[in-house]
């Protein structure tokens, strides 16, 4: 039997740095932060609306795995698995999961000396192309410092960019459902 | 030098010297710290001996029972955690407000700020440097921003024009429309208030760590500690990430590249104690 479902009143849920959280329920919209070098990943199954929003830092548990154990949503190999399981358990399913992302940003620097930001994107793309996961809607690296929205209702991902006032739509899930 | 006292000259709103925090530094740079000295000096300003009395009676810190007055508050929180806090108070009075030329809402430039200084405090205890020094450096980095943020506001759109079309550093940018650049102004003032010269140099050249001559590793912390910051989405504004990659930070403090990922866990792990610093109200 279902829970029964709170209506009437929006709720934002905060994703911090190395957290995820995943819902079913419309009336949330899960945020995440000023992303920096970070990647945010939303998923969103449009039949059954369920979701979940990921904000990763680093690329690699195996740094520290102590670490992971204990926070596995600060890495991309740990966290994103994590972030899918929770989903399943929404009844969310992995063919209809429709995947954005952003963040990644990086400085000027050709040497790559502090490349974590696309060390994060390039882990990611990695752990998507062994599980045959494709990435719907992207903005990735860049100079900019990033905020991400997932709506649950609607599976709109939303970005605000710090130094811009407007925000702007990363991926319009509406019409896929 | 003389173009930035011209500059500093021509400002008509400068923030004003936070007057304790050069003083207390050089008061705990001695081996022998007068207590007494610290106290009377801190006494002075009735926002830090409020927040003094508030951190030592907060659940963290406080015994038995609360700390009535300031002596005992001092003598309690220790001079290394009252000194962090003149540090946090002083420092969220000039860094809080938005700075609209840089595209920099309120509160940010502060987090930005705090974050900066815990992170370059975990690098230089790593590498056995002075961290309460590289706190206060990095803490005072961006002061230069709040100078020159009311002169960008007037050329905003040309900044955010400039960057688009060319991957130019912001410091370049600044340079080219104001004549002078964040870095070298916020270490001009902060010598016009008797700061050290480690801090203003550390301060001056915080985008190229090489050119600080005597104070290089200092200024590395800085620079480090404001990489930390950024890659963990604490640098915010216009074209944030518009910074060059500096190597020989890395160098000069003989660290790999693979250290930055683990500062940055240190230094997520120490966000609570950050987030203390924040909500500081003075």
Known sequence: MPAPSLTGFNQKVVVGIAEMAVSNNQNVTLTTYSLGSCLGIAIYDPVVKAGGLLHIMLPDSTIDSAKAAKQPSMFVDTGVPALFRAAYQLRAEKHRMIISVAGGAQIMDAGGFFNIGSRNFDALTRLFAEHGLKIQAEQVGGLVNRTMHLNLATGEVRLKISGQPQEVILCKNSTTT | ?282
């Open chain 2, 1 to 282: 030098m003389q173009e930035l006292d011209d500059y500093l000259d021509k400002v008509k709103s400068l923030p004003p010297a936070p007057k304790i925090l050069p003083e207390l530094l050089s008061l705990l740079r001695k081996d022998d710290i007068d207590a007494d000295r610290v106290v009377k000096l801190i006494a002075f300003d009735p926002g830090i001996t409020a927040a003094v009395l508030r951190l030592c009676n907060s659940a963290c810190f406080s015994g038995a029972t609360p700390a009535s007055g300031l002596q005992e508050a001092v003598t309690r929180l220790g001079f290394r955690q009252v000194y962090q806090l003149v540090a946090a108070v002083s420092g969220s009075r000039m860094l809080g407000p938005a700075q609209k030329g840089y595209g920099i809402d309120a509160g940010e430039l502060w987090q930005h700020s705090v974050v900066s200084a815990v992170a370059a405090q975990l690098i230089a205890k790593s590498c056995g440097e002075d961290e309460s020094l590289a706190f206060t450096a990095t803490l005072l980095h961006d002061l230069g921003k709040i100078v020159l943020a009311e002169a960008l506001e007037h050329v905003y759109s040309d900044l955010v024009e400039n960057s688009k079309s060319e991957q130019t550093p912001l410091i370049e940018t600044e340079k080219r429309l104001l004549g002078v650049q964040h870095a070298e102004i916020g270490g001009r003032l902060l010598a016009r208030w008797n700061f050290p010269e480690n801090i203003t140099s550390a301060v001056t050249f915080h985008h190229q760590p090489a050119a600080a001559g005597n104070h290089e590793r200092l200024t590395s912390l800085v620079y480090l500690g404001n990489m930390v910051a950024y890659f963990m989405g604490y640098g915010f504004g216009h074209h944030a990430f518009a910074l060059r990659g500096r190597a020989e930070a890395l160098d000069i403090l003989k660290l790999k590249p693979e250290f930055m990922p683990e500062f940055m866990i240190k230094t997520f792990e120490q966000l609570q104690f950050i987030q203390s610093l924040v909500n500081v109200k003075s």
